[in-house]
């Protein structure tokens, strides 16, 4: 009996951390599940928060709600162009920061980290003044701007991490076996990089995507983003289509994951 | 060609301006940004934040440092109430992140890149709606509700003024759960990265230096990790501070965080010299903080 | 411009300082095309780095590098007809072991690279292999593509950096010998860094002990080993009893290290001319004997007590301490001589001619 007792606490002591693990995925995964359960709801009158009938009514009148396929347009192309911008920048940023030793490296790299210390309120206020100060009105313009502002930090630092990591020897062998500067950066030095941009890119993307408060401060009335779409119908009662975009998106996400997963084993196992 | 020059010294010289002359065109165009779009802005703030005036009448700089007194004499309780908020939701989200990162890092095994996915994918559910979950995870008769009624959770959280009258939503714990919940991936990215540069022989050479299980935690993984637990916790705690989703869809009139007010004063009361007082108050108050923080925590080199 | 590929390398006063601190200083070197010579030098000697400004992966501050004719000082590292074997390998970790190999022929837009290639993996036995990524080969398999790769594309000058630096004892006993066939084979100049003086000895046909950013010595193996011409090198090759001492006559040295004086025979062609005040007689452990019975008059003879025995099978090896302190290596063959006991008396013998004299370190 005793020792039952302790074989049970001794896998229990082993295991913990796996279940802790599996407990706090599962914790991370809740609001999605209930996302995508919700997303089948038929609710009674507006606010799709109680569970009524089972329908697939919003999936297939995905647009539907008046401005929402726009939303998630306009929200869906900010994304693109600002991880675009972002993305090709911000690597430029990490190459000339990681690889080059120069005076204001150090100051360079405090004002890259400068708009991830800084509150979403304050970055977008702050804008907001300097739109009013030189009379620009708000916009997809200023959005981008704004965007691509916040996602820049943020790229930087993935892909210098990225370029951080990688061995200088495999540039220096490419030089050594007769390849010119510019063939050595795109026959090794971006292949090896680009993981590092790919995340970088993926994470521009994700966060110009969620992003309410930066675009609330920075976006003109006719310029409605996905969140800024739902932070108005919330008042009211969102829409299930809402919750047929975001199960679209999550799903999405992995199966973008999924894919270049398996493309990447698929290789491996060939070559083994 | 061959011994027409003497030594290497005009390769070097070229050389040189090269050295200067790539970077700066790599960094050109971030540094326009940053410049433009974060130096520039902030210089406005602060200045706006010392005008006087009116929207309609137009704004004056005359150094009016009274806006700060009447900005934080006004929303003294809604800022104060805002880093311990986040402060609190940052507490926990590195209690919670850090098994977690050990887990993915170490224990998952071939898992491994599916439960990254996991922990990244909510990022491409929108924030609001994630949110918006939570307002229906927490509802008042829900599932979730009752267990931590029948539990004396509620009951608990009541006694330690967290829950104030018997509702999850609508409380300080409603909108600290959804902070912890809303940033947790940010810290637990930066966490992963640094715990999985822990070798398990590190673990296994403490434990045979005759180390408990407490003493390897805090005198060796907690040590190697602590670059990523300074990069998880500001970046968990910085937007935290800020944000106003959270209070306002979890939380009611009596958890309103800064940000709804430089928010409010900026985009409906028009009343410019107040929030950017405000703005620049916080601004302010978080790099004093963060600059201090990871001083004592010596990961200078983060940044 | 084309050529003629002549492998004959020549550094003319070549230097590389890093603000104050000189790596390289200022050396003189020529390398005979088709031989196979070796850098050697304890680590910060200024080795590596000679050899990668060879490589052009590295600016020389003064100095020129000539390839037979040519100065190619002030080309860059693509364009020079020099490969190197990093010491890390430096395999493409994204490309497969055939891209791998055949990157270098790809640059130099050669047409058949493919077959070129894979008879350059066949010379290293791992033409099985080609279709894989570098992370699934062993480490001695990742050395032999990093070879393959280096030398498929016939450079003039074949550069290794310390290659063999990562493997263990067993399978770099190989290599070196898998690597002198392949120099034989191929007839490429081969100029090898290394701190591993018997690998260099192994191997090279000639070998240059450098210190302090300069070439110390230079020589073949056996030259540099029976007659150093520094203690330096004395020591950094091989383990060497050091007495110091004073010539008092044509064939006749004192030992300083007591008083009075033990005088010692010296053979005069030992002797080097340019050196006088601080010489030391050096002697190697395998050239000491232990004298049984009575040694002959022009023969030195040392009297010591044995403060330390080890059996090794092939040898005996010992440590005897002298009246002054100083404790003497020697190493008896294991050829059925009588063995001397831990603390008893010994009297130590060698044929002057077998010795050496240098200057004080």
């Not at chain 2, 986040?86 to 977690?100: E, K, N």
């Amino acid at each position: 009996m005793g020792s039952a007792i302790s074989t049970a606490l001794r896998w229990l002591r082993k295991h913990a951390i796996i279940i802790i693990g599996l407990l706090i995925i599962a914790y991370i995964m809740l609001p999605n599940i209930v996302v995508i359960i919700f997303s089948f709801n038929q609710p009674v009158g507006r606010r799709n928060g109680i569970w009524h009938e089972f329908s697939f009514n919003a999936w297939t009148h995905i647009c539907a709600p008046a401005g929402m396929c726009d939303a998630v347009g306009l929200s869906l192309g900010i994304g693109v162009v600002a991880a675009l911008v972002a993305t090709v920048i911000g690597t430029m940023a990490a190459f000339a920061l990681v690889r080059y030793r120069f005076r204001g490296r150090g100051t360079t790299n405090l004002l890259v980290f400068f708009p991830m210390a800084t509150p979403e309120v304050v970055m977008g206020s702050s804008l907001l003044t300097l739109f009013i100060a030189v009379g620009v009105r708000s916009g997809i313009a200023t959005i981008l701007i704004a965007h691509i502002l916040f996602t820049l930090s943020f790229v930087v630092t993935t892909v210098k991490a990225r370029v951080a990591s990688m061995d200088p020897a495999l540039e220096q062998a490419a030089a050594d076996l007769y390849a010119t500067p510019s063939q050595a950066f795109w026959r090794v030095t971006f292949p090896l990089a680009a993981p590092g941009i790919a995340a970088g890119a993926l994470l521009a993307f994700a966060l110009s995507f969620d992003d309410y408060i930066v675009t609330s401060f920075n976006a003109g009335p006719s310029t409605i983003t996905f969140p800024m779409y739902i932070w108005g119908a919330a008042q009211k009662g969102v829409p299930v289509q809402v919750n047929v975009i975001g199960t679209i998106m999550f799903l999405g996400a992995i199966a973008i994951v999924a894919i270049a997963q398996g493309i990447g084993s698929r290789k491996s196992k060939v070559e083994a | 060609m061959a011994f027409a020059l003497p030594g290497a010294r005009p390769r070097k010289s070229a050389k040189r301006r090269r050295g200067l002359f790539v970077p700066a065109i790599l960094l050109l165009p971030a540094l326009i940004w940053l410049v433009f779009f974060f130096v520039v802005p902030t210089i406005a703030l602060a200045s706006q934040s010392l005008q006087t005036g009116s929207i309609y009448q137009g704004f004056q700089f005359t150094w009016a440092f009274s806006n700060y007194t009447e900005a934080l004499s006004t929303y003294w309780s809604q800022m104060v109430r805002s880093f311990i908020y986040a402060a609190s939701a940052t507490v926990f989200t590195l209690a919670i992140g850090f098994p977690l990162a050990w887990f993915i890092a170490h224990r998952s095994g071939r898992f491994k890149n599916i439960v990254l996915v996991l922990v990244v994918a909510p990022f491409f559910t929108n924030f609001l709606i994630r949110t918006l979950a939570w307002q229906t995870i927490l509802v008042d008769g829900g599932f979730v509700a009752n267990v931590m009624k029948a539990t004396g959770i509620t009951g608990f959280l009541n006694w330690i003024g967290l829950v104030p009258n018997d509702s999850l939503l609508g409380s300080p714990f409603a909108v600290i759960c959804g902070l912890i919940y809303n940033f947790l991936p940010f810290m637990v990215l930066p966490l992963y990265t640094s715990v999985e540069r822990i070798d398990q022989r590190y673990l296994d050479a403490a434990a045979d230096l005759y180390s408990n299980g407490w003493n390897t935690f805090w005198k060796v993984i907690w040590p190697l990790s602590l670059p990523g637990v300074v990069a998880g916790t500001l970046l968990t705690f910085i937007p935290a501070v800020g944000d106003y989703i959270n209070a306002k869809i979890l939380g009611n009139a009596n958890t309103t965080m800064v940000g709804k007010v430089i928010e409010s004063e900026f985009l409906v009361n028009l009343n410019y010299p107040i929030a950017a007082a405000l703005s620049f108050v916080l601004m302010i108050i978080i790099i004093v903080m963060v600059s201090a923080y990871v001083r004592a925590a010596g990961t200078e080199e983060l940044v | 411009m084309q050529r003629i590929a002549t492998g004959e390398l020549r550094l003319v006063e070549l230097s590389r300082h890093y603000g104050d601190f000189v790596a390289v200083d200022g050396i003189d070197l020529d390398v005979p095309a088709g031989s196979f010579f070796a850098l050697l030098g304890p680590s910060g000697c200024g080795k590596t780095t000679t050899l990668r400004m060879v490589a052009g992966l590295e600016e020389p501050s003064a100095g020129r590098i000539m390839l037979g004719a040519d100065d190619i000082t002030n080309t860059r590292a693509h364009q020079r007809r020099v490969n190197t074997v990093f010491q890390s390998y430096a395999l493409f970790p994204h490309l497969s072991i055939i891209d791998n190999v055949g990157f270098g022929l790809r640059r130099l837009k050669v047409a058949d690279w493919k077959s070129k290639a894979m008879e350059a993996l066949a010379m290293v036995k791992l033409a099985d292999r080609a279709n894989q990524r570098p992370r699934q080969l062993s480490g001695g398999m990742q050395q032999r593509v990093a070879l393959a790769r280096a030398i498929v594309n016939r450079p003039e000058i074949l550069l290794l950096d310390e290659p063999l630096g990562a493997l263990d004892l067993k399978l770099r006993r190989e290599m070196q010998i898998e690597l002198k066939r392949i120099q034989s084979e191929v007839g490429i100049t081969f100029i090898h860094v290394t701190h591993d003086q018997e690998e260099a000895m192994t191997m090279a046909d000639t070998v240059a002990v450098m210190r302090d950013g300069h070439i110390e010595q230079l020589g073949a193996p056996a030259e540099l080993y029976d007659r150093p011409a520094t203690a330096f090198v004395a020591n950094f090759l091989g383990k060497s009893n050091l007495i110091p001492i004073e010539l008092i006559e044509p064939g006749v040295a004192v030992i300083t290290a007591v008083t009075p004086g033990v005088k010692i025979p010296v053979a005069p062609q030992t002797i080097p001319a340019t050196i006088s005040e601080g010489l030391h007689l050096g002697i190697r452990p395998e050239k000491v004997h232990l004298a049984s019975g009575g040694v002959q008059d022009d023969r030195p003879q040392l009297v010591g007590q044995v403060s330390d025995v080890s059996f090794t099978g092939v040898s005996t090896d010992y440590l005897v301490r002298l009246e002054w302190g100083q404790e003497f290596t020697l190493t008896q063959p294991n050829d059925g001589t009588s063995r001397a006991r831990l603390g008893e008396r010994v009297t130590l013998t060698w044929d002057p001619k077998q010795a050496f004299v240098v200057g004080a370190d």
